[in-house]
T-cell receptor
Framework: SQQGEEDPQALSIQEGENATMNCSYK?????LQWYRQNSGRGLVHLIL?????REKHSGRLRVTLDTSKKSSSLLITASRAADTASYFC?????????????FGKGTKLSVIP | ETGVTQTPRHLVMGMTNKKSLKCEQHLGHNAMYWYKQSAKKPLELMFV???????ENNSVPSRFSPECPNSSHLFLHLHTLQPEDSALYLC?????????????FGEGSRLTVL
């Protein structure tokens, strides 16, 4: 069953602007991860945030997690044309150990030079 | 270079063919995964191997048969496929720690079934 759902499905911005993507999920999680995928390529891990964390940073990326609302956001600051890609959130369920990492459909980001 | 190599990158096969996808990881991981990515659908987890033992099998049709001969190699054997099986098949690996953390993906094998 689909766990994470990204919003918006597509986003187009000018280079230099900030891009915000949101992810909502349905059940309790252990951690939530964000991945990036260039067209037709494999996924690349960006950030992992655990259920007891509220915010994490990595370079120009900022991820927030609100477990009460079952939602997360990914902010890319000062976007570049090279940031053009699809971005996916993925969730790991809380409780018993599981290899299930469930992905959403993704947000397609276009950064216009 | 992610440390996970998939071959072939592209494959076209007829419905009666038998082919295999190969995945090799050089990261020292002990868990390996097959995911299917179809257009306009979320990534679907197909199989997971941990320490060479299958630990997840998400109701995948028997025309897909995984094999994990050692912790560095993973295969997906394909036979009698349907056109709807056309997709990007992604291999990934991770440390054997639960709950699962970061996955390292290969570039994928683009499969077209005629």
């Amino acid at each position: 069953s689909q766990q994470g759902e990204e919003d918006p499905q597509a986003l187009s911005i000018q280079e230099g602007e900030n891009a915000t993507m949101n992810c909502s999920y349905k059940t309790s999680i252990n951690n939530l991860q964000w991945y990036r995928q260039n067209s037709g390529r494999g996924l690349v891990h960006l950030i992992l945030i655990r259920s007891n964390e509220r915010e994490k940073h990595s370079g120009r990326l900022r991820v927030t997690l609100d477990t009460s609302k079952k939602s997360s956001s990914l902010l890319i600051t000062a976007s570049r044309a090279a940031d053009t890609a699809s971005y996916f959130c993925a969730t790991v369920p809380a409780g018993a150990g599981s290899y299930q990492l469930t992905f959403g459909k993704g947000t397609k980001l276009s950064v216009i030079p | 270079e992610t440390g996970v190599t998939q071959t072939p990158r592209h494959l076209v096969m007829g419905m009666t063919n038998k082919k295999s996808l190969k995945c090799e990881q050089h990261l020292g991981h002990n868990a390996m995964y097959w995911y299917k990515q179809s257009a306009k659908k979320p990534l679907e987890l197909m199989f997971v191997y941990s320490l060479e033992e299958r630990v997840e099998n998400n109701s995948v049709p028997s025309r897909f048969s995984p094999e994990c001969p050692n912790s560095s190699h993973l295969f997906l054997h394909l036979h009698t496929l349907q056109p709807e099986d056309s997709a990007l098949y992604l291999c990934a690996s991770s440390q054997v720690t639960l709950p699962v953390g970061e996955l390292f993906f290969g570039e994928g094998s683009r499969l077209t079934v005629l």
